[in-house]
């Protein structure tokens, strides 16, 4: 078999076997142990298993299930109900305020736990039922709990980040520091967005009236719920960006972090932790399964020269260097639609990784571009897990359909900033210099 025979066959077999039903990490397991078979045999096959045992022992890779047990534990206290009273006593007379809280409490959330479904889960449960029993539309508030739920996929201490820079060998420590900025655009413009609509269309977001005549006293007192958010947030983002721990590290000071607060506020119980860390296990295995079939198709692809020859081939294309890159942001929203971003990120990164390097573009602003187009992946039909997230907590008259629909002007304002940041690298680049 030649190396351009396998390079066409293999998105097939994969597409196939997805379509057949096949779980993404068997369907990519099992068509890069055939690979690699085909070309090198039984001795092809160890190189394989070598390459998935060296990303396994992977120091960093401790740091995934610590924050996802972080993200479980927090989930399970009252923290995010105290944070969001907390923010929604101070814009209780602004046109829209409850969104807007809901999207500072989703960026809070993110700095805190680095991880998607978590957030999204719990802004549906805390945020929702608010946002419908003031009358608020309901396609706003569903834009609105989503895109700031998958935050997380963009802002530190990202999962996405961790496995992105894990897989090219890039420095995470960077990758965190060049998504604030991006992250924090996305959350402003979903804000500025939130704020214009209203103003447009006052019936979108009634004005709310359970916080009138609130003295000051009452609202410094609420405003105490937003300490521990951001005592967790500048314990573990502070520890990182400021050189003091690793990513590692500063994970376990997270579990820690959030494991007192907890115990502080008396929330803590042998139940609570057994739920969480029976979530954790679970979403590490699915993590994990899929990691290893992923890497099975990139170590096989990799083994038989195929990153090389793709990207000699599309070099060889003399096409401009930003449409190339426009061409991968295609590829990566294509395949957002229909697959995992673990898989992505495996699947993809040793074909593009060459091209991007051999064109002399920055890793660390590839992944952030990476990052973007996968938090656009979350929102993306059909698969769009971000809308499964929410309808396991919505109430059962809103449908998927109604829940896709109100993400298009949110899968907008990503577009935005994926945009800026493709045409201006320096936006994610100057905190670096």
């Not at 890159?325 to 040793?350: E, R, S, Y």
Request: proline content about 6%; glycine content about 10%; aromatic content about 8%.
């Amino acid at each position: 078999m030649s190396i351009e025979l396998a390079s066409a066959l293999i998105p097939i077999g994969v597409l196939v076997l997805i379509m057949l039903g096949v779980p993404v990490y068997a369907a990519t397991g099992v068509i890069g142990a055939a690979i690699v078979y085909t070309f090198h045999g039984v001795p092809g096959l160890g190189l394989v298993l070598q390459r998935i045992y060296a990303l396994a022992i992977e120091h960093s890779m401790i740091a995934v299930p610590l924050f996802i047990l972080m993200a479980s534990i927090l989930e399970r206290s009252g923290i995010a109900r105290s944070m969001y009273d907390a923010i929604a006593i101070w814009l209780r007379n602004v046109r829209g305020g409850v969104a807007i809280v809901t999207t500072i409490m989703a960026t809070i959330m993110a700095a805190m736990s680095g991880i998607i479904g978590g957030e999204i889960v719990l802004l549906g449960l805390v945020a929702l039922p608010q946002m419908l029993r003031l009358g608020y539309d309901q396609r706003l508030s569903i834009g609105t709990i989503c895109a700031g739920g998958s935050l997380g996929a963009m802002i530190p201490p990202s999962i996405v980040l961790i496995m992105y820079g894990l897989v090219t060998s890039t420095s995470i420590h960077q990758l965190f520091i060049a998504a604030v900025v991006p992250g924090l655009m996305m959350a402003l413009l979903y804000i500025l967005y939130t704020i214009v609509r209203t103003r447009l269309d006052p019936s979108l977001a009634p004005m709310p009236s359970q916080f009138e005549n609130v003295s000051l006293a009452q609202k410094l007192r609420m405003t105490q719920g937003l300490v521990a958010p951001i005592l967790l947030v500048v314990a573990v983002l502070g520890s990182i960006y400021g050189g003091v721990t690793s990513i590692t590290e500063a994970a376990a000071m997270g579990v820690v972090g959030a494991l007192v607060l907890t115990i502080a506020r008396r929330e803590l119980s042998v139940r609570a932790l057994a739920e969480a860390l029976d979530r954790t296990f679970r979403s590490v295995g699915v993590i994990i399964w899929v990691t290893f079939g992923a890497s099975v198709l990139a170590g096989a692809y990799t083994i038989i020269g195929g990153p090389n020859y793709v990207a000699g081939a599309i070099l060889g294309l003399d096409l401009p260097p930003l449409v190339i890159i426009i061409a991968m942001m295609l590829v990566f929203a294509l395949l957002g639609m229909f697959m995992d971003w673990i898989g992505i990120v495996l699947i993809t990164m040793p074909v593009f990784l060459p091209i991007v390097t051999g064109l002399n573009f920055d890793k660390v602003w590839f992944g952030i571009l990476f990052c973007i187009n996968m938090q656009i992946a979350f929102l993306s039909p059909p698969f769009g897990p971000a809308a499964f997230y929410l309808k396991s907590v919505a109430p059962p008259e809103i449908t998927l359909t109604q829940i896709y629909r109100s993400f298009l002007p949110f899968i907008g304002l990503q577009a935005i900033v994926l945009i800026l940041v493709l045409l201006f690298p320096g936006i994610t680049l100057f905190l670096l210099r």
